[in-house]
């Protein structure tokens, strides 16, 4: 699937060319020019930058990492970069031409990506079907090497993947697109005996629920973010952060094949969720069956919209219909209703009931769309029902006592 292996290509041969450069002119000594700070936080910069000899010749430009010694982090460039010079190669990966550390920052020399990122091309284009079915393969085979560890070794965990960590390039005169994940700056290596992340870090939107205490983050942390990021391509918004992942499918933006595939993926379990990034591409490229929920609630979800509505308003025209009528019998009472005092009517066929029949068409009605836009009213409404429904029983209760 992941199109990575030792074999020379083209691109391989321009990587070579370009690293030959670029230790050719290092030869010479020199130093580097900032050309634009492209990001800055407390533990890194990102830059643009080119090599200036010392013969006035500018080689470049590069995307230079300056990463905080001291914090511990940006490792996986040391190993990304030993991989590709061994010969390891995935065209969704930025490749690294040099690492090194000055005694207070490991700085990362990469390639020069032109394109923009997967966050600016949604806000352009809009979101589609068709974007997401294209970013996943892509995506998932450069989880897939880290997760592999590069070759060798324990896996690398991205922990910060999000569409503006992804850069697309390329997609002129009819060539395809690619989608290279960047940004190794907080990734981190796998340990069997760790038992939480050291630090803490990420986007909340896209990091699981382990990667903020609640556990170590694994290949599967990295899923529940693909999850995320492919919910936004369908979508074009940030997932909500905290929101109970078959809501987040629900969404009728997101195509009925694929509504299992986000939810599976972005489970609050990691056990849930796909167990690797090449599982998750074969959901959504439908050689898999990306199957989360109970049958009853997967059949249920893939009722068209269409017909949810159509029901619904058979339901509201059912309560309407026997509203009337209850309140048909406050005004003329029937049979051993006649009876009763008329407080009693108007509580028992004025409000009870007629509360008991709304109460039942809630429960019964399609509310996947009354779901996503107010979340937890939806239980809140449960609630509210079982309240009606035992008033309606004291009603009735009390109607059996009256006419004994």
């Known amino acids: 699937m992941c199109p990575m292996d030792e074999h020379k290509t083209d691109i391989d041969t321009d990587f070579d060319a370009e690293l ?136 690398v965990i991205h922990r910060d993947l999000k569409p503006s960590n992804v850069m697309v390039v390329g997609g002129q005169n009819g060539l395809p697109r690619s989608f290279i994940l960047i940004d190794l700056g907080i990734a981190r290596t796998w340990r069997e005996s760790a038992e939480a992340d050291t630090t803490r870090l990420g986007t909340r939107s896209y990091a699981p629920p382990e990667q903020f205490g609640f556990g170590q983050t694994s290949v599967r942390s990295d899923v529940y973010a693909l999850g995320a990021v492919l919910w936004f391509c369908l979508t074009g918004e940030d997932p909500a952060p905290g929101m109970d992942s078959r809501q987040l499918a629900e969404r009728p933006d997101v195509p009925s094949d694929l509504r299992r595939v986000v939810a599976k993926a972005m489970s609050f379990d990691p056990q849930e969720r796909y167990a690797s990034a090449e599982e998750l591409a074969r959901a959504v490229e439908g050689r898999a069956d990306g199957r989360h929920f109970s049958p009853a609630g997967a059949a249920r979800r893939e009722v068209p919209a269409a017909a949810g509505r159509a029901w619904n308003v058979a339901l509201a025209v059912t309560v309407a219909v026997l509203t009337v009528a209850s309140w048909a019998n406050v005004a003329v009472p029937a049979g051993s209703g006649a009876a009763w005092p008329l407080w009693f009517r108007l509580l028992a066929f004025g409000a009870w009931m007629p509360a008991g029949f709304a109460a039942a068409a809630f429960v019964l009605a399609d509310r996947r769309r009354l779901r996503h836009r107010v979340g937890l009213l939806q239980a809140l409404a449960l609630c509210a029902a079982v309240v009606l429904g035992g008033l309606l029983v004291i009603g009735v209760l009390g109607a059996l006592f009256l006419r004994g």
């Open 20 to 155: 030959a450069s670029y230790l050719s002119s290092c030869e010479g000594a020199g130093s580097y020019r900032v050309l634009e700070t492209l990001k800055s936080s407390d533990f890194e910069v990102t830059e643009k930058v080119v090599f200036c000899g010392r013969d006035g010749g500018e080689l470049g430009p590069f995307v230079r990492k300056r990463i905080d010694a001291a914090c511990g982090l940006g490792h996986a460039y040391e190993r990304l970069m030993a991989a590709q010079r061994q010969g390891l190669r995935c065209p969704n990966l930025p490749r690294v031409l040099d690492c090194w550390n000055d005694g207070e920052r490991l700085n990362a020399l990469m390639e020069w990506l032109p394109g923009v990122t997967l966050e600016d091309c949604v806000r352009e284009e809009g979101p589609s079907e068709e974007l997401a079915r294209e970013v996943a393969p892509q995506l998932a085979c450069a989880v897939g090497l880290l997760h592999g560890g590069l070759g060798a070794g324990a896996p």
